[in-house]
């Protein structure tokens, strides 16, 4: 089979093309003949880190980690997939999981599920990880119907899903972007929204809460985002990051009670913990998107499994707006 394969960690450039074998499938695995694959800021990490992340995989190594495909082939004790059977899902591009930047991959079957029928390969490849870390993280925040949700970073990866899912389960939604073309996604997808660069958080609690404060904030910012997140906040409010890896001064969450949910979502993957639960949140979510609840939003430029250094750099350049995937 072809895959892109990498030697060294480094730029763009360690992106090579190998004819390598078709994987075998082991008990609980089924093989998939990939069809397309997205690029999320985890794999540009680990291509550039390697070792000083402790998610790496060995040497060389298959990156990617969400994909779409078609199932050739399903292993011993698996019932729930049959050959030919258009399947999607998080699965591999870390530690001892090979990834899917080629024509097969075989995966965990617990950590994929049925493809969405009104979605092409292309946009179900864009949604597992950054679906299934905004779906975590509104259920462990407790949205519920009526609720005032601010979601900031609504016309990113994770972002405009989360404003979808958030507005899908009943709540009244507003979103922060950084600029014309941002807020007019935001508000495409149903969300109210909020150019950080002109409206201060203040002003907008004020605006839109009349100053009590956002039930729930979805931070798919973070770093010092996170504080703009306490000071949006309801007294008891519900905080969901993605990106938490910041020293903070948590005085003003103390004293407004606020309880946060840090989500990272590759933990079933990287520990071998509660992988099913990846699989079940996939199946609500293919429900969901055929339901006409959501969908996901593709960067304008597409790239061949050969572009795939492209497609990182495009990732990386801030350019993009929507999942950036590659075809296989």
Known sequence: MKAMIIKDFGGVEVFESAELPTPQVNSGEVLVKVAASSVNTVDTMIRQLGKELPLAPELPAILGMDFAGTVAAVGE???????????????????????????????????????PKNLSMAEAAALPLVAITAYEGLMRAGVSQNQKVLVHGGSGGVGHIALQLAKHFGAQVYATGGGDAQIQLIEELGATGINYKNESVEGYVDKYTDGAGFDLVFDSVG??????????????????????????????????????????????????IKREEHGHILNVLTDIVEAEALKPILDTERFSLEQVGAAHERLSSGKGMGKVVVQV
């Open 77 to 115: 004790g698996i019932d729930q997939f049959s050959v030919g059977d258009e399947v999607y899902g998080c699965a591999g591009g870390l530690l001892n999981l090979p990834g899917s930047l080629a024509e097969y991959m075989s995966v965990d079957a617990r950590l994929i599920a049925r493809k």
């Open 223 to 272: 770093g010092e985002n996170m504080l703009n997140s306490f000071e949006a906040a309801a007294l008891n409010g519900q905080i969901a990051s993605t990106v938490a890896l910041v020293d903070l001064d948590l005085s003003l969450a103390h004293f407004k009670g606020l309880s946060l949910h840090v989500v990272f979502m590759l933990i079933p993957m990287i520990h071998n």
